[in-house]
């Protein structure tokens, strides 16, 4: 499939008169003017935005189906955010039985080794439990948090650590430097959360390698001008990618633009978080294992615990630009090329030579109008 007349995001902002083929799922070639091949179809874009497909770092469920479900439920999950216009995702595991997250990484291992045709790409496993901080643990189950400790890591993964792609830890717990430092050795990227972390104690797990920040501000210590903490460190600190759920619920919208400010595009990464609910109907849902009730678009806990989102990756475009008023430029990056970049992925979230279907496309004023496949 040829695309022709489109505005696409590049490295130096938008370019309008472009020209996109499609060959298999993949874009194959880019440039100003592109001759159609025999027989080829033709999808003028009228000066409509194309945009590369979604990259989500940070999502445990979509449509009713649950990462910790099963390859079965991941698959139909990898379908569904297809269509969704998510090229690719981090499957995001919850606190959980030894062998419920054994399960579910070899179910994730099953689908990155055979992935659906006509499925957004299964990165490797985001592992967000369980070396968490009980007094931090949100929707997560203190029940089944330890401290960090890699013989642990390697029980829970069955061996096969190269299906993780992201751990999320408490770096004031005892053993985390031991582990931080090994997984970066690994190629693991540590990502700090559901933690009561000190600004001095964020910065030395930077020193030890982790790299990114899971949902800043969220199951963290609120920001004080004396102790500054986890999210106050993570807005200065250079080192750190800080994830961000931007549904109006989890962050008010003054602490979107301050970390975007603080961030930049090229470090703020736009996640769903999203639970099971994300694209349904209000009503009667889980979460590892958890009830959770879904109203008006929040999801919580009995007790009013925020569970996740309903977020979709496409509605988070839609809210930094409509909502939060960030500059659209920077707004498609966040969504696509900088959480690529955040787990070392160099041609997802850019619309180049060998990036994965679909696309999406939008209004001259930022309005969703499909997706396209390949």
Known sequence: MLLTNAVIPTEEGFRAGMCVRLTDGHVAEVAGYLIPAA??????????CLLPGFVDVHIHAHGGHDAMQGEAALRAMSRALYREGVAAFLPTTMSASPAETRRAVAAIRAVMDKPEAQGARVLGAHMEAPFLNPAKCGAQQPEHLC????????????????????VTLAPELPGAEAFIRQAAQAGISVSLGHSAATAEQTHAAADWGATRVTHTFNAQPLLHHR?????????VDDRLYAEFIADGVHLHGDIVRLLVRCKGAEKAVAITDAMEAAGLPDGAYQLGGQPVTVLGGEA??????????????????ENLIHRFGIAPF??????????????GERTLGQIVPGSPAPLTRWTKDWHFIDIIGG
């Open 147 to 166: 401290p960090p400790d890699w013989q642990t890591f390697l029980g829970l993964t069955g061996g096969d650590i190269s299906a993780v792609r992201t």
């Open 39 to 48: 027989g080829e179809d033709i999808l003028d874009l009228a000066g409509d």
């Open 330 to 343: 920077d707004a498609v990056r966040m969504c696509t090329r900088t959480p690529a970049e955040c787990i």
């Open 300 to 317: 919580r806990l009995a007790d009013g615990t925020l569970a996740g989102s309903v977020l979709t990756m496409r509605q988070a475009l």
């Open 227 to 235: 102790t500054p903490g986890l999210a106050g460190a993570a807005m």
